[in-house]
Nanobody
Framework: QAQPVESGGGSVQAGGSLTLSCQGP????????VGWFRQGPGLEREFVAA????????LYGDSVKDRFVISRDNGKDTAYLQMNDLKPEDTAVYYC?????????????????WGQGTQVTVSS
């Protein structure tokens, strides 16, 4: 399967906004819950947000709750992460991928592996 392709990253000042996009594998994307993860400099990859295949359920990491919004368009095989009120600690490479059905915080290899990610840099 083709790996996800993330886009939309960039450099913004604290308090700014960005919207990331994730193009998932065609034909299978709509069948899976999808999550966003991030890896900051010198840190391990961490869970950010996830959404069920039908969009009725969402889950957010504590550090982004009330600031980030995850959504998806199955017709376009694409997931989105709207990031508001960005903080310097949000600086990271952001990745998307399938997540486990019984634990949205954990990556699932259903999409064939990690993509290249997209860099988000927030300056103070």
């Amino acid at each position: 399967q083709a790996q996800p392709v993330e886009s939309g990253g960039g450099s913004v000042q604290a308090g700014g906004s960005l919207t990331l996009s994730c193009q998932g594998p065609l034909k299978i994307f709509a069948s899976y819950a999808v999550g966003w993860f991030r890896q900051g400099p010198g840190l391990e990859r961490e869970f950010v947000a996830a959404i069920s295949w039908h969009s009725r359920n969402t889950l957010y990491g504590d550090s982004v709750k009330d600031r980030f919004v995850i959504s998806r368009d199955n017709g376009k095989d694409t997931a989105y992460l709207q990031m508001n009120d960005l903080k310097p600690e949000d600086t990271a490479v952001y990745y998307c991928n399938a997540v486990k059905r019984n634990n949205y915080r954990e990556y699932s290899p259903d999409f064939g592996g990690w993509g290249q990610g997209t860099q988000v840099t927030v300056s103070s």
